[in-house]
């Protein structure tokens, strides 16, 4: 059964940093593209930031320049370094994989259960 794990959240000051995680396990034969979200209170979920298989990112407006999504070495964990944080950037933050999980070539859109992220002004 597959499952994302995220961790990293918390509270930081405006200005700090943090580095949430998320680690894919279970039975997958490839990671294609990575997305992370946010939604904060009252809210839609926003698209945060993208990385495809082959290592091309894109990042909302908001965030480019602060933030930066990358994936580990053994690919299975993907990264959202989150820089010059800003009260604006409150938020429960999920990763989103799309994973191909048969051999048959099977692929479906998997969700991390979600991190509270809070930056006080």
């Known amino acids: 059964q597959v499952q994302l794990v995220e961790s990293g959240g918390g509270l930081v000051q405006a200005g700090g940093s943090l580095r949430l995680s998320c680690a894919a396990s279970?039975?997958?034969?490839?990671?294609?593209?990575v997305a992370w979200y946010r939604q904060a209170p009252g809210k839609e979920r926003e698209l945060v930031a993208t990385i495809t298989s082959g290592g091309d990112t894109n990042y909302a407006d908001s965030v480019k320049g602060r933030f930066t999504i990358s994936r580990g070495n053994f690919k299975t964990t993907v990264y959202l370094q989150m820089d010059s944080l800003q009260p604006e950037d409150t938020a429960v933050y999920y990763c989103?994989?799309?994973?191909?999980?048969?051999?048959?070539?099977?692929?479906?859109?998997?969700w991390g259960q979600g991190n509270q992220v809070t930056v006080s002004s």
């Open positions: 279970g039975t997958i034969f490839a990671i294609n593209t």
């Open positions: 989103n994989e799309d994973l191909t999980v048969s051999l048959y070539g099977s692929r479906f859109s998997y």
